[in-house]
């Protein structure tokens, strides 16, 4: 997918900042922040993000990068999805952008994007101390029906390390990820793919044509440093804000209603001519967010799974001949980029025959 200037621009121009400093510095994540990073691993890291990244391989760099910290970024999802911790997981709906879309929204990608936060007690911790982990889903729009199908990427922000919390910097005390997910027929079976926004041509960096402009590091941290204005969006008058997150404290509070994901949303079915009946099975679905943002198998998968598990890494998304786009431009996964053309996310080939004999089903409403 083309991507448009600005965000070429602020996506060359970021740099892994935040976490270069905090691990380049001689801070070491230990038990029990982040048991599956270990020092060599750190180190590497470090070693990755204090480099002049327009010397270095940035496809290269970014499959480095997420390699080193998979097996923690994994171990940090089962968490939010595990059954036992479903009561302390908090959930916001925070932007919604139509699959027809020629370009992503603000938060980069499409349909609905729910974020969910989970604060730990650490164990054996005996000043209260708690680990905080972000979680951004993906959950695309269902172009017969509009509705939502289950999400087909996640991102993922985990704490690595003790310091000052909230306060400027303190993002420096996470690490990022993003998995793309592959959703069997009947939305069973999902499988893990990941991918980098980059390619490496001539000797050169440049961007490859991707339905989601998102990938770690280097993308993440061009909206989660601590001088970005997205957060604006998402604090309460006088609220001291939380430099950790996008999404600040108090907005996981309020009314679903009330939240900016909840009534774009609404608002497009509205304009879009949905009937009032469809609408209000789906206001009554997400009021009660947590049961209407389950995502059924996911946590079975990343508990299955292992850190010496294959990882399938996604090609660019290719290009639709003319003599398919009648036929085919109706499919999930299929859509028109901001030139207009026509291309296939790489995820659909994750699954063999994914969207030629069977699409995903929605589960919203």
């Not at 590497?44 to 010397?55: E, H, V």
């Not at 972000?134 to 269902?142: C, G, T």
Request: net charge neutral; charged share 25%.
């Amino acid at each position: 997918m083309t991507i448009a200037t600005a965000r070429r621009a602020a996506g060359t121009i970021a740099l892994f900042v935040g976490a270069a400093m905090a691990l380049g510095s001689g801070v070491v994540a230990k038990e029990p922040y982040a048991p599956y990073l270990t020092d060599a691993r750190l180190e590497s890291i470090a070693n990755l993000l204090k480099g002049d990244r327009t010397r270095l391989n940035l496809e290269q760099e970014e499959m480095r990068y997420q390699d080193a910290v998979r097996g923690q970024t994994r171990a940090d999802l089962a968490k939010v999805y595990a059954p036992e911790n479903a009561d302390r997981v908090q959930v916001a709906y925070v932007s919604f952008t139509p699959e027809a879309s020629s370009t992503p929204g603000d938060d980069r990608g499409y349909g609905l994007h729910i974020v969910k936060r989970l604060d730990l007690p650490l164990s054996g911790s005996s000043g209260g101390e708690t680990k905080t982990i972000y979680v951004n889903e993906q959950w695309r729009e269902d172009k017969p029906s509009r509705g939502l199908c289950l999400p087909d990427e996640i991102r993922i922000q985990t704490q690595v390390t003790a310091g000052r919390r909230r306060v400027r910097g303190s993002d420096k005390l996470y690490v990022f990820d993003a998995v793309r997910i592959g959703w069997g027929p009947f939305n069973r079976d999902p499988q893990l793919a990941r991918h980098t926004i980059y390619k490496r041509v001539n000797g050169k960096n440049e961007f490859r044509s991707t339905r989601s402009a998102v990938s770690a590091p280097f993308s993440c941290t061009t909206c989660h440093g601590p001088d970005n204005h997205f957060a604006d969006a998402f604090l309460a008058s006088g609220e001291a804000r939380n430099y950790e997150a996008i999404v600040q404290d108090r907005y996981f509070r309020l009314a679903p209603s009330e939240m900016r994901g909840y009534k774009e949303y609404i608002a497009y079915l509205e304009r879009s001519g949905a009937e009032p009946v469809f609408i209000q099975h789906v206001k009554a679905t997400l009021a009660d967010r947590k049961s209407a943002s389950a995502v059924p198998g996911l946590f079975e998968l990343l508990t299955s799974i292992s850190d010496n598990d294959g990882i399938v890494w996604l090609s660019e998304d290719s290009q639709l001949q003319e003599l398919y786009i009648e036929v085919a431009k109706g499919y999930q996964g299929v859509y028109q980029d901001a030139g207009g053309r026509w291309r296939t996310d790489a995820l659909e080939d994750v699954l063999e025959g994914k969207y030629v004999w069977w699409e995903p089903l929605p589960v919203i409403p």
